[in-house]
């Protein structure tokens, strides 16, 4: 299946159907990962040059999926067969959640991103856990975002899921859940690294992401927080998430923006982290992605990884590989021997 073929035929119909019912369709063609294990072949670009290492885990290329496309992890099977490195899936909390009122996710075709105000609707760690183990082994480094209203919910759904994933990623993050933003004070960040450090039962990575900040109070706020996390126990932030805007449209009165208009955002806010901590923690860009190009500018500016979803949604299952062909092209014109060599290279 061509990109072209997705977005001239495929994405217009799907389109035709609300957000959250084209996700539901979506759902049933990836739960199926025979089909995908058919055509998949065709989707995938392997080179050794993609490759990268954070910590103890190397990833067959830069290419993650972002948390929130398969919030329930039921979906991964196939989504590592159309040649994603890694996945990111859920986020997943402790108990299950039905997420704010519907409608809560609007797409905007003119700038191919969506707005969302979904918060955080899954089914609770329990049967999450059951998901994942049903399905068995995974192809790839799986990683599960989790989160919280409190330190304990919080730590305890870290102590479920840890076992069934290569990483977990700490959503503090989110526009769309007021209850999580708590986890964006300092004291309340530090008394929850703390707890996550007495039940974490292994060295798998842990992962902390952050929100995207819009002027100097924000940046130094942000900054503190990444101090923080690299005094605790963390190996990885993910910088960062949605773009909180006013959605009249929303029960809660705002949502989050995503896809190409929040770029720039991402840009400059992993340039800043990694200039600010000298690179010494890796970085996983999240935020406007949908060219290889725009992955190749994050790396330059400190990233290690990159997670696209917005993309996905209007590019098809050929956008993974399309970014991975659009870097080696990259790789061969900037004569550096592997994405290793870029990372960094604009501000170090």
């Known amino acids: 299946m061509s990109p072209s073929l997705y977005e001239s035929v495929i994405r217009p119909t799907i389109f035709l159907t609300p957000p959250e019912n084209a996700h539901d369709i979506a759902k049933r063609f990836f739960r199926n990962s025979t089909l995908w294990r058919l055509v998949g072949w065709r989707l995938r670009a392997s080179d050794d040059r993609l490759n990268v290492k954070l910590g103890s885990i ?9 948390a929130g496309f398969d919030k329930n992890c039921e979906m991964w099977k196939a989504l590592f067969l159309i040649g994603f490195g890694y996945l990111c899936l859920g986020t997943v909390t402790l108990n299950p959640r039905d997420g704010n009122p519907k409608p809560r996710m609007w797409r905007c075709p003119d700038q191919k991103s969506i707005v969302n105000s979904m918060g955080l609707p899954n089914l609770g760690a329990e049967k999450i856990s059951a998901n994942l183990k049903r399905e068995g082994k995974s192809r ?24 069934f ?24 960040l530090e008394k929850l690294l703390s707890g996550i450090t007495k039940v974490r039962s292994s060295k798998k990575p842990v992962w902390v992401k952050l929100p995207p900040y819009h002027d100097e109070v ?6 503190n927080l990444v101090s923080l996390c690299m005094k605790a126990p963390v190996d990885g932030l993910t910088l960062t998430n949605t773009k909180l805007v006013v959605e009249p449209r929303a029960s809660i009165g705002t949502g989050g ?14 340039a800043d982290v990694y200039r600010d901590t000298n690179g010494k923690i890796p970085i996983n860009a999240c935020g406007g992605i949908s060219t290889g190009k ?8 400190g990233a290690s990884t990159v997670q696209i979803y917005t993309a996905f949604i209007y590019q098809g299952p050929g956008v993974v590989s399309e970014i991975n062909r659009q870097l080696l092209r990259l790789i061969e014109t900037s004569h550096v021997g592997s994405l290793q060599d870029v990372i960094g290279g604009a501000v170090g």
């Open 257 to 270: 923006l995503s896809g190409p208009p929040i770029l720039d955002d991402t840009l400059r806010i992993v």
């Open 140 to 163: 790839g480094p799986i990683f599960i975002s989790v989160s919280g209203l409190s330190i304990a919910e919080f730590v305890e759904c870290f102590r479920r899921m840890e076992t």
């Open 218 to 223: 924000g940046r130094e706020k942000v900054l």
């Open 294 to 301: 725009d992955a190749w500018k994050l790396l330059e500016v």
């Open 165 to 188: 994933a290569d990483g977990i990623e700490l959503n503090i993050s989110t526009p769309n859940t007021i209850g999580v933003r708590i986890f964006q004070e300092p004291e309340n």
């Open 58 to 66: 190397e990833y067959s290329n830069p290419i993650g999926l972002a």
